[in-house]
């Protein structure tokens, strides 16, 4: 027989898992009392037995932030961004007694994760890649168990009272580096993003894309596996043999920005004379003979402190005091355009 649980009590009286959640710890301030006696009935009928962590999380008895991270790669901590996020996060949650227990899903295995399944934490943080569509599906599922949901790098999609947004502020970053390349007045510019869709990527992109088009200038994308330097290169090469040689490489990283300024250089391509580059991200001071990297600096560590604090004040207070949080993104400039 299958583990009855908070979604098949749930299922079965017609309510959310978070009022199920809240019924059997006792919380009664918003349920109707039919609904009450709904989901005691399901919970007696069924002979649902509450986790013993729901009355530890009311009383923050475990002192562990979970934080899902949904990436169809496997080697999602070797991302920058992320480790610098988790760094920042884990390192204030640390600090005020916390521990930080992180997940990889990938993104058809979210209604089987571990984090899903199992109440273990006293809250939950997001980084999410996907559509859209999938990603609101997603955090609607996790503010569903009724804990406090905090995501990073996305724009609210849900009605939930317990979720908060925390951002940085990338189509800003991204507007600053087209503005500072328009002013080359490339005749072609080629901007290379991730295969993967995640959202602060997709608006660094319509930034981009919104300044060159405002100003006249032509552009074009290219989609590549950013975790693969070999195929980074092959397809930028690929690019340049049927189009022929931009006057700019727009990468939507530094890790990509870097393999083409080295894919250059070695061809005796003049950078910046001949082709500008760009990157984003800034996390360490970039060069590739003498050229250092022009970039936007992303202050990825500062959103992980900020979220372990916002958690951690909710957590005290019972509500999040606000809905989003944006932080600012700065304009580096190097030699390389």
């Given at each position: 027989?299958?583990?009855?649980?908070?979604?098949?009590?749930?299922?079965?009286?017609?309510?959310?898992?978070?009022?199920?959640s809240?019924?059997?710890?006792?919380?009664?301030?918003?349920?109707?009392?039919?609904?009450?006696?709904?989901?005691?009935?399901a919970?007696?009928?069924?002979g649902?037995?509450?986790?013993?962590?729901a009355?530890?999380?009311?009383?923050?008895?475990?002192?562990?932030?979970?934080m899902?991270?949904?990436d169809?790669?496997?080697?999602?901590?070797?991302d920058?961004?992320t480790?610098?996020?988790?760094?920042?996060l884990?390192?204030?949650?640390?600090?005020?007694?916390?521990?930080?227990?992180?997940?990889?899903?990938?993104?058809?295995?979210?209604?089987?994760?571990?984090?899903?399944?199992?109440?273990?934490?006293?809250?939950?943080c997001l980084?999410?890649?996907?559509?859209?569509?999938?990603?609101?599906?997603?955090?609607q599922?996790?503010?569903?168990l009724?804990?406090?949901?905090?995501?990073?790098?996305?724009k609210?999609?849900?009605?939930?009272?317990?979720?908060?947004?925390?951002?940085?502020?990338?189509?800003?970053?991204?507007?600053?580096?087209?503005?500072?390349?328009?002013?080359?007045?490339?005749a072609?510019?080629l901007?290379?993003i991730?295969?993967?869709f995640?959202?602060?990527?997709?608006?660094?992109?319509?930034?981009i894309?919104?300044?060159f088009?405002?100003?006249?200038?032509p552009?074009?994308i290219l989609?590549?596996?950013?975790?693969?330097?070999?195929?980074?290169?092959?397809?930028?090469?690929?690019?340049?043999?049927r189009?022929?040689?931009?006057?700019?490489?727009m990468?939507?990283?530094?890790r990509?920005?870097?393999i083409?300024?080295?894919?250059?250089t070695?061809?005796?391509?003049?950078?910046?004379?001949?082709v500008?580059?760009?990157?984003?991200?800034?996390f360490?001071?970039?060069?590739?003979?003498?050229?250092?990297?022009?970039?936007?600096?992303?202050?990825?560590f500062?959103?992980?402190?900020?979220?372990?604090?916002?958690?951690?004040?909710?957590?005290?207070?019972?509500?999040?005091?606000r809905?989003e949080?944006?932080?600012p993104v700065?304009l580096?400039e190097?030699?390389?355009?």
């Open positions: 027989m299958a583990k009855v649980n908070l979604h098949t009590v749930a299922a079965h009286a017609g309510v959310s898992t978070a009022t199920v809240k019924v059997v710890n006792g919380v009664r301030q918003g349920i109707s009392a039919e609904t009450v006696m709904r989901v005691q009935e919970v007696r009928m069924l649902y037995r509450p986790n013993r962590t009355r530890e999380l009311r009383t923050l008895q475990r002192s562990i932030i979970g899902t991270i949904v169809p790669s496997p080697m999602f901590l070797a920058p961004f480790t610098h996020v988790a760094a920042g884990s390192n204030r949650l640390s600090e005020k007694g916390f521990g930080l227990l992180v997940h990889g899903v990938k993104p058809k295995q979210i209604n089987d994760s571990f984090l899903v399944r199992e109440t273990v934490v006293d809250a939950i980084m999410l890649s996907g559509s859209a569509a999938s990603r609101r599906s997603t955090i599922l996790f503010a569903d009724g804990q406090p949901i905090l995501v990073f790098q996305d609210p999609s849900i009605e939930a009272a317990d979720v908060c947004y925390v951002n940085q502020d990338d189509a800003g970053g991204a507007d600053a580096l087209a503005r500072h390349v328009l002013r080359r007045n490339p072609s510019t901007i290379v991730p295969k993967i995640w959202p602060a990527i997709e608006a660094r992109l319509d930034a894309w919104q300044c088009k405002q100003a006249g200038r552009a074009r989609r590549c596996d950013e975790n693969n330097r070999e195929a980074i290169a092959q397809a930028i090469t690929d690019n340049i043999d189009h022929g040689l931009p006057e700019a490489v990468g939507s990283n530094d990509i920005a870097a083409a300024l080295r894919l250059l070695a061809q005796g391509v003049k950078v910046p004379e001949q500008a580059v760009t990157g984003f991200n800034a360490e001071p970039y060069s590739q003979d003498r050229v250092t990297l022009t970039s936007a600096r992303s202050p990825a500062e959103l992980g402190q900020l979220g372990a604090e916002l958690l951690l004040a909710r957590l005290r207070a019972g509500a999040f005091e809905l949080y944006t932080l700065s580096v190097g030699t390389s355009a």
